[in-house]
C-alpha cells in the first residue's frame, strides 16, 4: 500500500499512467466493451466501476489543457446521461476548471481505444460506461 494513493490504483495501472506522454489516450471500458480485442495494454479490474476509477486515475493523471475536450464519451441513449454527469463531475472536480466531453459514435470510440496507449477493462455494468481520456502536461 501506498500512502495517498488510490487502492485502485495499482502498480501495473499506475506505471502505465506514468510511462504515457502528453496527448496520449487511455480508455476505461465497461464489463460488455470487448477490450481485449482492441488493447496492446490491457488493465483487467473487474471489481471496479468506471466512475471509481475514473476519480482514482484522475488524482494522479493531468488532463490535456491543450484541446477543448479532453475527455470521449461513447454515444448512448439517454437513460445513461446519469453516468456522463458523474464523469463530468470527477473531471471538473479533479481538474478544478470545466473539463469538455466529446461523444462520440460507437465505431470512432472502438477506433480511438485501439489506438490508446492502454485500455483499462472495469467491472461497470451500465451500459455504454466507456471513457477515454487525453494525457496533459505538469505545468511548474
Avoid: C, W
Avoid at 480485442?37 to 476509477?53: C, H, I, K
Avoid at 464519451?73 to 478544478?96: C, H, I, L, N, R
Wanted: hydrophobic share 50%; proline share 6%.
Amino acid at each position: 500500500m501506498l500512502k495517498n494513493i488510490d487502492p485502485l490504483l495499482n502498480g501495473t495501472l499506475l506505471a502505465l499512467l506514468d510511462d504515457m506522454g502528453h496527448g496520449n489516450e487511455i480508455a476505461i471500458t465497461d464489463a460488455n466493451f470487448g477490450a481485449d480485442a482492441v488493447a496492446e495494454r490491457l488493465v483487467d479490474l473487474p471489481g471496479t466501476s468506471a466512475s471509481d476509477l475514473l476519480t482514482a486515475i484522475l488524482t494522479v493523471f493531468p488532463l490535456d489543457d491543450f484541446v477543448d475536450k479532453p475527455l470521449a464519451v461513447m454515444k448512448a441513449p439517454p437513460e445513461t446521461d446519469a453516468m456522463y454527469a458523474e464523469f463530468q463531475a470527477s473531471a471538473d472536480a479533479a481538474e478544478g476548471r470545466a473539463i469538455g466531453i466529446d461523444v462520440i459514435e460507437p465505431g470512432e470510440f472502438v477506433a480511438r481505444a485501439k489506438l490508446a496507449y492502454a485500455v483499462i477493462s472495469s467491472g461497470e455494468r451500465r451500459l455504454y460506461g466507456n471513457i477515454i481520456l487525453r494525457k496533459g502536461v505538469l505545468r511548474p
